[in-house]
């Protein structure tokens, strides 16, 4: 089974603008959730969404918004970019039913300029 | 949000020695994950217990669930330099939607 995979792997953007990240859980995984990584703040928790519907949200603020896909693909936007949002995101995806483990992808990299 | 405590906060041990790591909540937990995370990386799943007192081995490493079921302990036999990383532990927490909730990770050095 391939892993959680996101595009891209780094991105550079200047203040004000948006980004978009796309996130593929695992094949069979419904859930999808969302990290911010910096080294100052360790791995915050953005949001998860599970079959197209957002389930738990972090404390962000609303320049943070994603989704997620009839096929369990998820984006996650920001817009108007600071340089505070520069770090490594993270997506998860866990496993459907049972013992909740979750997987993560290699993350996406961004830096704001 | 809710964080798992983890301790110690950093290591540096000479290649050949062993390692241990721990990690409390205040909160029960049903599920404790462990993770290694190189640097730019996302992080890895080591090991995952699911039963109070469970011991789970994973070549040189060892984890297990304590009692209590808040905390949980990761040890690595005769360390390598390949084990030089973060290690964070993880797990689910029903009364918020199963959202997880993660240490704030141990930084292992391995000196050679």
């Known amino acids: 089974k391939a892993g959680v995979t996101q595009t891209p792997r780094y991105l550079i953007k200047t203040r004000g603008q948006q980004v978009t990240l796309s996130c593929s859980p695992i094949?069979?995984?419904?859930?999808v959730s969302w990290y911010q990584q910096t080294p100052g703040q360790g791995l915050q928790f953005l949001f998860e969404y599970f079959s197209e519907t957002q389930r738990n949200k972090g404390n962000f603020p609303g320049r943070f918004s994603g989704r997620q896909f009839s096929n369990s693909r998820s984006e996650m936007n920001v817009s108007t970019l600071e340089l505070g949002d520069s770090a490594l995101y993270l997506c998860?995806?866990?496993?459907?039913?049972?013992?909740?483990?979750?997987?993560f992808g290699p993350g996406t990299r961004l830096t704001v300029l | 949000g809710q964080q798992l405590n983890q301790s110690p906060q950093s290591m540096f041990i000479q290649e050949g020695e062993d390692v241990s790591m721990n990690c409390t909540s205040s909160?029960?937990?049903?599920?404790w994950l462990w993770y290694k995370q190189d640097p730019g990386e996302g992080p890895v799943l080591l090991i995952a217990l699911y039963k109070a007192g469970e011991l789970t081995s994973n070549g040189r490493l060892t984890a297990q669930f304590g009692i209590t079921r808040k905390d949980s302990f990761l040890n690595i036999s005769a360390s390598i330099p390949s084990d030089v990383g973060i290690y964070f532990c993880?797990?689910?927490?029903?009364?918020?939607?199963?959202?997880?909730?993660f240490g704030t990770g141990t930084s292992l050095t391995v000196i050679p």
């Open positions: 909160s029960i937990f049903n599920t």
């Open positions: 998860a995806s866990t496993n459907p039913q049972g013992r909740r483990t979750q997987y």
């Open positions: 993880a797990g689910p927490q029903t009364n918020t939607g199963n959202q997880f909730y």
């Open positions: 094949s069979g995984h419904r859930s």
